[in-house]
């Protein structure tokens, strides 16, 4: 047997060359979708205890601010009568609602979620990849 005989015997086609290249391929991205998971869990197990805190502080700081707007309506009523303190306090508060009411809608408005840097890149992407198969 010659030299090339034996070249050709132990040479393996393009096509198996691409199959066995799609299977690597294949398996580095299943592990990669695996590790993924893998992080994202855990990841969102220490978000979820940690919106659980954020949610119980958020709760007793409502009960602080009901308390101290009391306080602030009786220490009026020092001077006032304890329905006018009561009436400051809840004017102030809607006056400061409507003011963050105002700039929250304004900023709402500003935001821009549409996510136009990527649609351009995967444009580009797609466009380089058609003409990349191009003859």
């Known amino acids: 047997m010659s030299y090339e005989e034996d070249l ?3 040479e393996r086609t393009i096509s198996q060359l691409v199959v066995d290249a799609s299977h690597d ?6 592990s ?4 993924a998971k893998a992080e994202v869990s855990k ?3 220490v978000m979820g205890k940690g919106v659980g805190l954020l949610a119980g502080a958020g709760v007793l700081a409502v009960f602080g601010l009901i308390y101290l707007f009391h306080t602030l ?17 809840t004017v102030v508060i809607f006056l400061v609602a409507a ?13 821009k ?22 003859p």
């Open 43 to 45: 990841g969102a197990k």
């Open 8 to 10: 050709r015997e132990n």
């Open 25 to 30: 391929i294949q398996g580095i991205v299943r």
């Open 32 to 35: 990669e979708v695996a590790l």
């Open 73 to 89: 309506a009786h220490v009026i009523a020092i001077w006032l009568p304890l329905w006018a303190g009561y009436l400051i306090v």
């Open 113 to 134: 979620p549409k996510p136009e840097r990527a649609m351009k890149e995967a444009q580009s992407t797609v466009a380089a990849v058609k003409d990349a198969a191009r």
């Open 99 to 111: 003011v963050l009411g105002v700039l929250g809608k304004n900023a709402v408005s500003k935001a």
